[in-house]
């Protein structure tokens, strides 16, 4: 019978020089937090290896983050791999610890029959999903590591198909999402659904631990962005490592509700594709995207002079900034209504939010530009 297992406090990557997580000692030991004594050391919690310690092949690293509904969803699907479950152990790593999260894992440790081990590793942090896959794969005792996330549905071969695809000269391993839709996409969905053509993803890969043990894992720095994949998977193609495709090994991404003006708070992370463009520049350009669309640039011009123009009172000029704006914004809304859902909700947003998009980008892009100095417009 698998246990649970908690660890200290520990560096998950020595060349990562970011502050990382502490253990939520309160969610292991049941008491509440005003019982802990603050900065008494001896009250962290110490490893118990109570669980099987050999036979273990492959470790499956999944970072959940106070959603407990999905994290069930996600362990039933690991729990019921072709795989042996004598090879291989699920680590969950608990970003925002509850009690709730914790009763998921806790029902399947004590379901009957010999199921995989499962360590659940709560730890204190507001740090990136990058951070818990480095606490969750330094503390793996699997050669391989697998990489999802709880909104994630693997399917039952998921892991064998992964295996399979290390022949002895593969260092990683992507595999395939799948989106499945009714209909069309809103635009939000359509972001995520280019997921199913995305070249490597950390919702879906495989990684001897040696390799990441050499790269030094996850950049930290690129906060809740997604762009610590990409970065991985940049290190790995320059490092010449061999990368395998398993299109058989399959996880499913369900689309889920997102809330209205969705597609305007993403624009913070634009700042990040800054960090790789800089640790990446070739890469960055032929990968993710030669340069910011042109529209983009025309929307936030005519935004400038139309201020301009009304600071100087000069009504024409104005008028004329006004109407390219417009125009421009029309141009964007079409291509972004283009091929997805023509219901209220998803028109309303596009045709609310597209005037506001390109300079919400540009700003973000100029807010990555000066953190991590480099030339990035």
């Known amino acids: 019978m698998a246990k649970i297992i908690a660890f200290p406090r520990n560096p998950c990557c020595m060349r990562q020089r970011s502050r990382h997580a502490e253990i939520n000692p309160d969610l292991l030991a049941g008491e509440p937090a005003s ?25 499956v690293v999944l970072p959940a983050r106070g959603r407990p509904g999905l994290l069930n969803r996600c362990l039933a699907s690991l729990m019921r791999q072709t795989l042996s479950p004598l090879r291989y152990e699920i680590i969950v790593v608990d970003s925002a610890p509850s009690s709730a999260s914790r009763r998921v894992v806790e029902h399947y440790l004590t379901r009957p029959g010999t199921g995989p081990c499962i360590i659940y590793l709560p730890v204190e942090s507001q740090e990136s999903p990058g951070a818990a896959r480095n606490h969750g794969w330094h503390i793996a005792r699997g050669t391989l590591i697998a990489f999802t996330e709880e909104d994630m549905i693997p399917c039952r071969d998921w892991l064998t ?12 391993v992507r595999g395939h999402i799948a989106m499945p839709m009714a209909g069309l996409p809103s635009a939000n969905e359509h972001a995520v659904k280019s997921l199913e053509q995305a070249e490597f993803a950390s919702i879906n890969c495989f990684c001897l631990k040696h390799v990441l043990e050499e790269l030094g894992g996850f950049d930290e720095r690129f906060g809740a962005a997604g762009c610590e994949d990409a970065d991985l998977y940049f290190r790995l193609l320059q490092a010449d490592a061999v990368i395998a495709d398993a299109p058989l090994a ?14 305007l708070r993403q624009q913070k992370n634009m700042q990040f594709d800054a960090l790789l463009y800089k640790k990446h520049p070739h890469l960055y350009r032929e990968k993710i995207a030669a340069a910011m669309p042109w529209n983009y640039h025309a929307i936030v011009a005519a935004l400038l002079v139309l201020m301009v ?23 964007l809304c079409l291509q972004r209504l283009r091929g997805t859902a023509k219901s209220a909700f998803n028109i309303s947003e596009i045709v609310l939010t597209s005037p506001f998009l390109p300079p919400l980008a540009i700003f973000w892009r100029l807010v990555g530009a000066l953190r991590f100095r480099v030339g990035f417009i």
């Open 161 to 172: 198909q992964g295996l399979q695809a290390f022949d002895g000269i593969s260092q990683a």
């Open 309 to 331: 123009a009304l600071a100087l009172d000069k009504p024409l000029a104005a008028l004329f900034a006004a109407a390219c704006w417009l125009l421009l914004s029309a141009h």
């Open 250 to 263: 399959v996880v499913e991404h369900p689309s889920g509700a997102e809330p209205w003006g969705a597609s």
């Open 35 to 59: 019982a802990m004594h603050v900065g008494n050391h001896a009250m962290r919690v110490q490893p118990i290896w109570k669980s099987r310690t050999h036979g273990i092949l492959m470790s």
